[in-house]
C-alpha cells in the first residue's frame, strides 16, 4: 500500500497550491479518503475528507471556503487545492484512507508520507 503526496512547497500569503495524492495497493474507490495536517510542535490536525464516491466532503472550520478536496477514482487520486493560503496553513499534509468518511483520524488505516506546505506573510 502507497499513499504518495506531492504538491506542497513554498508560497507567500494569498497564494494557492494544489496537493496530490496517488495510491497504490488497495482499492481505492472503497475508501474515503482525508487530508490531515501537522504544524511544528502541533498535534495532528483534521483538514478535510472525502466519501468513496466523491458526493460527501467534510471539512475543517479552519479549510472551508478556501479549501477544496476532490477525489478521481479512475486515476486513484485524490486533491487538496488551497486557496488564499495563510501563514497559519503551514504544515506537513498527509493523506489518508479509511473504512468511512471522518473528521478524525480514527478509521484511517493507510496514511502518506506527508509533503511539506510553507506560507509565508
Known amino acids: 500500500v502507497q499513499l504518495q503526496a506531492s504538491g506542497g512547497g513554498w508560497v507567500q500569503a494569498g497564494g494557492s497550491l494544489r496537493l496530490s495524492c496517488v495510491t497504490s495497493g488497495f482499492t481505492f474507490d472503497e475508501y474515503a479518503v482525508g487530508w490531515f495536517r501537522q504544524a511544528p510542535g502541533k498535534e495532528r490536525e483534521f483538514v478535510t475528507s472525502v466519501s468513496r464516491s466523491g458526493d460527501t466532503t467534510y471539512y475543517a472550520d479552519s479549510a472551508k471556503g478556501r479549501f477544496t478536496i476532490s477525489r478521481d477514482n479512475a486515476k486513484n487520486t485524490v486533491y487538496l487545492q488551497m486557496n488564499s493560503l495563510k501563514p497559519e496553513d503551514s504544515a506537513v499534509y498527509y493523506c489518508?484512507?479509511?473504512?468511512?468518511?471522518?473528521?478524525?483520524?480514527?478509521?484511517?488505516?493507510?496514511w502518506g508520507q506527508g509533503t511539506l506546505v510553507t506560507v509565508s506573510s
Open positions: 489518508a484512507a479509511g473504512n468511512w468518511i471522518s473528521t478524525t483520524s480514527y478509521g484511517y488505516v493507510y
